[in-house]
């Protein structure tokens, strides 16, 4: 049980154009997703938390313009990387707490590779 | 804000060695968790310590949190290729409620065949 799947696992993409990614809780409701990035040897920089049927809160320094996010259901969030650059190229990903079982227990997904040309 | 360091930030070993990670704490850690990663893919959780003093065994896995709570080691013995990964200590922000999760800059592990 528990599993978060990521849609895609690979993107490439011309820079100006935007790409969407999905996480989805596969056997579970997520009250919450939040949303990673990973730059090569280095660790998860948080981005923002989801909130099903409401905006998004956004860590400092990370653009809400930019970076959309959409949690519509307590199985799908989306992330919409709009107008895509080359430093936009990272490894991104989700994670889900459930809204039963162990309080904040995050699952991860898979993660998305990013990668902006 | 906290910060969390571990180190060493890379370890590179023959296999059947021993190897201690460690993760130090600016403050009190909430509910310290140990996470392994994959290259490509997702972390996993390993485990979850919230008693200081605490000691959780995983197979050849050695999790001591810290008796202040402000620090926590990863010990592997006769670590395996199959070890090789990312290792990265977690907390939550703050109050445990938000479930967001601070996470130090990880310790690059490579054990040799």
């Known amino acids: 049980g528990a599993v978060v799947s990521q849609h895609p696992s690979r993107v490439i993409c011309k820079s100006g154009t935007s790409v969407k990614i999905e996480c989805r809780s596969l056997?579970?409701?997520?009250?919450?997703m939040f949303w990673y990035r990973q730059f090569p040897k280095q660790s998860l920089m948080l981005m923002a938390t989801s909130n099903e049927g409401s905006k998004a809160t956004y860590e400092q320094g990370v653009e809400k313009d930019k970076f959309l996010i959409n949690h519509a259901s307590l199985t799908l969030s989306t992330l919409t990387v709009t107008s895509a650059h080359p430093e936009d190229s990272s490894f991104y990903i989700c994670?889900?707490?459930?809204?039963?079982?162990?309080?904040?227990?995050?699952?991860f997904g898979p993660g998305t590779r990013l990668t902006v040309l | 804000t906290q910060l969390l360091e571990q180190s060493p930030q890379f370890l590179s070993i023959q296999e059947g060695e021993n190897l201690t990670v460690y993760c130090n704490s600016s403050?009190?850690?909430?509910?310290l968790q140990w996470y392994r990663q994959e290259p490509g893919e997702g972390p996993v959780l390993l485990v979850t310590v919230v008693t200081g003093g605490e000691v959780k065994k995983l197979k050849r896995l050695t999790f001591q949190f810290g008796d202040a709570r402000k620090d926590s080691s990863l010990h592997i013995t006769a670590a395996q290729p199959g070890d090789t990964g990312l290792y990265l200590c977690a907390d939550h922000h703050g109050s445990s409620n938000t479930g967001k999760l601070i996470f130090g800059q990880g310790t690059t592990l490579q054990v040799k065949p």
């Open positions: 994670s889900a707490t459930s809204t039963s079982g162990r309080v904040n227990e995050q699952f």
């Open positions: 056997d579970f409701q997520a009250t919450t």
């Open positions: 403050s009190v850690f909430s509910s």
